[in-house]
């Protein structure tokens, strides 16, 4: 593997390259085919396949990547992208400058969508989003994201989930860049304590707090865990960051890296998200091969690395002291508290852990800053929160919305209601250690954030909603 010495100005003119070619390449038509877990398992692999396929046979070539040259005016751009969210109409396609989506799409629709869409700028009716006899050919139109504000979702389906550069084009590693040149690493922590950004894994602990704790401690070896484990039932969100936008889950980690005096990480992802683990495993190499992970990264005297761990599926070691236990090679166990994980986590030195959505949004709050972020959900809990939307619902998916956003609005508005228009009985959130909401008015129009919840006995948890309808025993 090649290795790009990458130093501050090399990635400033890296980065405009990145976006220059991004801007080319949005200039002519391309497909983005949704290569997220549901979709590849409805069969999104085959329509990629096929339509390749179908270009061959019109020798019109197919790249894959931003295109730095004039030739991609005479191509056609396919990206494979994370998790669109709109699950329940999976496969799904987009095409760009269009603008159009396709919704259940199949491997023998390709040679149509080719032909009439991508050649012939015509939109196949049949092909796109129906509700109440209105047509919807383009995502920002369908009722599904109106009330969404996708932040830590918003490339999931709008990118190459495997391509840095398209990444850096979008901002990706400049919030790194910021903290690593322009930050001390108790500026970093105030950052993140000024944001109020609550850990989006359980609870809802502060992160700020928890980071600078960990900076405090005094030792010479210290941890960035990031638990992708995710065994709530009905939870996908954290999946879908680490397969659709994993560079967003490293950069995170590499600031808290860089804010506690650490340089060494781990993410723990649970086996049987293999698409998540190969699509990690590939950043890591392609932030490796870039020089913004190892030794001296960027000229500095800061190192990182990062590790991936599987877990065998036990959901205890979604618990921060038995996923720790599990990465040394040891039982999954969570152990009496405290000390705490800051003072005592993994291999017994201080350890920073927190969940993929939180460290997903890191770079954005460094980069945006703390006012933007605190202009988004609630006093006590802003910013968004992605949740996994299952059950009996019309729509389900993945979401992201405001906290305080209300839970009629997920269910009726996002949701689109009950399936077969039966009555609506409850929402159990949180997973196990959560809470059911019933269908009284007190708890439709109760705001989804950690404390309105709690004080119902319910909790977000990671974010997995499922919704129960009137035949639910």
């Not at 369908?142 to 840095?164: M, T, W």
């Not at 992201?400 to 228009?421: L, S, Y």
Request: charged share 25%; aromatic share 6%.
């Amino acid at each position: 593997m090649r290795q790009v010495k990458m130093t501050r100005d090399s990635f400033h003119v890296f980065q405009a390259n990145a976006r220059n070619a991004l801007k080319q390449s949005e200039q002519v038509p391309s497909i983005l085919i949704c290569a997220g877990t549901g979709c590849i398992a409805g069969g999104a692999m085959k329509i990629y396949d096929n339509l390749k396929t179908e270009c061959e046979k019109r020798g019109l070539p197919v790249y894959v990547g931003l295109k730095h040259d004039t030739d991609a005016e005479k191509s056609l751009h396919v990206k494979m992208s994370g998790c669109h969210g709109f699950c329940e109409m999976g496969p799904l396609v987009h095409i760009e400058p269009m603008g159009v989506m396709y919704i259940h799409v199949k491997p023998e629709d390709c040679h149509e969508i080719l032909e009439k869409t991508v050649l012939g700028g015509e939109i196949i009716d049949r092909l796109v989003y129906h509700l109440d006899g209105v047509a919807y050919p383009r995502q920002e139109d369908i009722p599904f994201y109106k009330k969404q504000h996708r932040v830590v979702l918003e490339n999931c389906g709008s990118s190459d989930a495997e391509d840095i550069e398209e990444y850096i084009a979008k901002g990706g590693y400049a919030g790194f860049e910021k903290a690593l040149f322009e930050m001390t690493d108790e500026e970093i922590c105030r950052s993140i304590i000024d944001s109020g950004l609550r850990g989006r894994g359980g609870g809802g602990f502060p992160a700020g707090q928890k980071w600078d704790g960990a900076r405090k401690q005094k030792s010479e070896k210290k941890y960035i865990v990031c638990n992708g484990d995710e065994g709530d039932p009905g939870a996908f969100m954290d999946r879908s960051i680490m397969e659709g936008n994993p560079h967003s889950v490293l950069e995170g980690m590499m600031i808290a890296g860089r804010a506690v005096g650490s340089d060494e990480g781990y993410i723990y992802v649970r086996a049987e998200y293999p698409l998540a683990v190969s699509r990690l495993k590939a950043a890591i190499a392609k932030a490796e091969e870039y020089g913004l992970l190892g030794d001296h990264v960027m000229g500095t005297d800061f190192s990182f690395r990062i590790h991936v761990n599987m877990g065998a599926g036990a959901f205890v070691c979604g618990e921060g002291s038995a996923l720790t236990a599990s990465i040394e090679g040891n039982r999954g166990m969570p152990r009496v508290k405290p000390p705490r994980t800051i003072e005592h986590g993994l291999w017994a030195e201080p350890t920073v852990l927190n969940n993929v959505e939180t460290f997903a949004n890191v770079p954005l709050i460094i980069r945006k800053g703390v006012d933007w972020y605190r202009s988004i959900g609630t006093k006590t809990s802003p910013g968004t929160k992605a949740f996994a939307l299952t059950g009996n619902v019309v729509n389900t998916g993945l979401i992201e919305v405001p906290m305080g956003t209300t839970i009629r609005e997920v269910v009726f508005d996002i949701g689109g209601g009950i399936r077969g228009g039966k009555k609506f009985k409850a929402v159990q959130i949180g997973g196990p250690s959560g809470g059911a909401t019933t269908a009284s008015r007190e708890h439709l129009d109760l705001p989804l954030d950690f404390d309105s919840l709690k004080s119902i006995g319910a909790m977000i948890g990671s974010g997995g909603m499922v919704v129960m309808d009137e035949d639910t025993c």
